[in-house]
C-alpha cells in the first residue's frame, strides 16, 4: 500500500465530513453533551477545545462510532459512524503498543484487520514508508520498551496513518510528553496533515496548543456542554504565537472565553467526561485502526 500525497495539500471540499445535529448525551442520568451541533470540513485540522470533563472525549467517540446511544444525528461521510469504520482511525493519549511487537509489527497491526487478505511482507514494506515518515526508520526493530515515550507516540501516529484513513481523532496525544516532545510532534503532525490532506479531530486542554495547530477551534462549555464558538484561526503555518499579534490577540479571546465558564485556561484538573473508562489492549488508549467495538453487546 503506497502512501499517497495529494498534490498541493489537504482540499477543503464543500460536503462536510462530520455532522453533528443537536446531540444530547448522558452518562447515569448527568448530561454531558446539551444539544451540540458542529460540522467539520473534509481536509481540515479541527480542535475540540474545552476544560478536562466537558464532553470532548465523548465527542470524540461519538465521532469514531465507539459511543452509539444518543440523542440527535452523529453522520461522518454522510452515515453512522460505525458504517464508515474503514475510514477512521484513532490516536489516544498513551500510545498502548503492543510490546512483544516490533516498531514495524505495530504499525503493521492495523493493516492486519483492516487488510487480512494483503501478505506479511506487503504490509511490513508498507509499515515501513510510515515509519520513514515519522522519522524512525533506524527504531523499525526496537520493542516499544526501548522506545522514547514521544517515539512511542510516533509509531501510533504511524499506524493510524498506515490503513489510509479519512478521517484521524486523535485524544489529548501529546499531554504526556515533554514540552519539547511535545512541539516537535505538534510540527511533525501538521507537516504530514499537510503532505497526506486527511482530516484531523484534535482534542486538547491547552489554548496554546488548539491555536498553533488548529484551522478552527471548538471551544466546548462547561457541562452540559454547548459550543461557545467556533473561532477560524485563518494565520499562514508555521506559526509563532509569541511575535503573530492576530494569535495573540485570538489566545485573549479564547481565555476570555473561559473566564465565562470560571475556568483556567491551562492544566483544569481532571474530572473526565462521566463516561466508563476507555477498553485496554489496542482498541483503548493507543492508536487504533479496526472496526469499532461493539459496546453494550
Not at 489537504?10 to 453533551?33: D, E, N, S, T
Request: net charge positive.
Amino acid at each position: 500500500m503506497p502512501v499517497r500525497f495529494p498534490v498541493g495539500g489537504p482540499v477543503q471540499a464543500a460536503a462536510p465530513i462530520v455532522q453533528f445535529g443537536h446531540v444530547r448525551k448522558q452518562f447515569a442520568g448527568r448530561p454531558v453533551l446539551d444539544g451540540i451541533s458542529f460540522t467539520i470540513r473534509r481536509g481540515e485540522f479541527a480542535c475540540l477545545l474545552g476544560p478536562s470533563g466537558c464532553g470532548k472525549s465523548t465527542t470524540l467517540r461519538m465521532i469514531g462510532g465507539l459511543l452509539r446511544e444518543f440523542e440527535g444525528s452523529v453522520l461522518v461521510e454522510g452515515t453512522r459512524p460505525e458504517d464508515r469504520w474503514r475510514s477512521l482511525a484513532f490516536v489516544f493519549q498513551s500510545p498502548r503498543l503492543v510490546h512483544w511487537r516490533t516498531a514495524l509489527d505495530n504499525v503493521a497491526f492495523g493493516l492486519e484487520l483492516r487488510e487480512p487478505g494483503m501478505r506479511a511482507e506487503e504490509r511490513r514494506r508498507a509499515a515501513l514508508q510510515y515509519l520513514v515518515m515519522m522519522g524512525l526508520a533506524l527504531d523499525a526493530g526496537k520493542y516499544p520498551a526501548h522506545l522514547s515515550g514521544g517515539e512511542r507516540q510516533r509509531v501510533a501516529f504511524a499506524r493510524a496513518l498506515a490503513v489510509d484513513p479519512a478521517l484521524i481523532l486523535m485524544d489529548e496525544p501529546f499531554s504526556d510528553l515533554d514540552v519539547n516532545t511535545r512541539e516537535r510532534l505538534r510540527d511533525q503532525v501538521i507537516t504530514i496533515w499537510q503532505a497526506t490532506g486527511k482530516t484531523i479531530v484534535f482534542v486538547t486542554h491547552d489554548v496554546d496548543e488548539a491555536v498553533y495547530l488548529a484551522d478552527r477551534i471548538f471551544v466546548f462549555s462547561r457541562k452540559p456542554t454547548q459550543i461557545l464558538r467556533i473561532l477560524d484561526v485563518g494565520r499562514p503555518r508555521p506559526r509563532d504565537l509569541e511575535r503573530d499579534p492576530a494569535l495573540a490577540e485570538l489566545r485573549r479571546e479564547v481565555r476570555a472565553l473561559f473566564a465565562t465558564q470560571r475556568e483556567p485556561p491551562h492544566g483544569f484538573p481532571s474530572a473526565g467526561d462521566g463516561q466508563p473508562p476507555e477498553p485496554a489492549g489496542p482498541r483503548g488508549r493507543g492508536s487504533w485502526s479496526g472496526p469499532a467495538p461493539r459496546l453494550g453487546g
